[in-house]
């Protein structure tokens, strides 16, 4: 006798078969149909959504990396330059663009630009949105290296608008 054969018959012995056995054919159809679609959530819910589950967010996680592989491929001079302690504006004379070409693309007006010595440029911002200076200068920071020595930013008389006197290296 095969394994089914012996499970069917341990199943009629047992009272579950018996009192499955006393149900009317169509009462007996409905108990299958049940019973397999809770087999069927069971396994749904214990198999195979965990493992798509788990596939979604593996997916993610290499997408996460390989989008930070890229950035340290295209970083990696950049970083090497930082590590020797090396910094990419080394002038006035180039601090001066990168700050106003950044400026222009976070669309950020500068009212006053003005070099100083030993790699400094004082920027005057009047009436721009407080979250776009901040932003700014992060991007400043990160993309370029130039860093905030010194920030000074008071309230405009419009609110989010703020005045802002920083000094840059």
């Known amino acids: 006798m095969n394994i ?3 499970a069917q018959q341990s199943l009629k012995g047992s009272a579950v078969g018996r009192w499955f056995a006393e149900r009317e054919p169509n009462e007996q ?4 149909a049940l019973t ?3 087999a069927l959530t069971i396994l749904w819910l214990g198999i195979w959504k965990p ?3 788990w596939r979604t967010l593996e ?3 290499y997408q996460n990396a390989q989008s930070l592989f890229d950035w340290v491929q295209l970083n990696e001079d950049r970083a090497r330059e930082i590590a020797r302690g090396g910094e ?3 002038g006035n004379r180039s601090l001066l663009p990168l700050v106003t070409r950044s400026a222009d693309a976070q669309g950020i007006r500068i009212n006053r630009l003005q070099p100083e010595s030993n790699s400094v440029v004082s920027v005057v911002i009047q009436a721009q949105p407080f979250n776009e200076v901040l932003s700014w200068l992060h991007q400043l920071q990160i993309n370029n290296g130039i860093s905030v020595q010194r920030v000074s930013i ?3 008389g419009t609110s989010g608008l703020v005045n802002a006197q920083i000094r840059l290296r």
């Open 29 to 32: 159809r409905v108990i299958l």
């Open 36 to 38: 397999a679609a809770m």
């Open 154 to 156: 008071d309230a405009e």
């Open 88 to 90: 990419r504006s080394t």
């Open 51 to 53: 493992i798509s589950d």
């Open 59 to 61: 997916h993610n996680r």
């Open 4 to 6: 089914l054969g012996r």
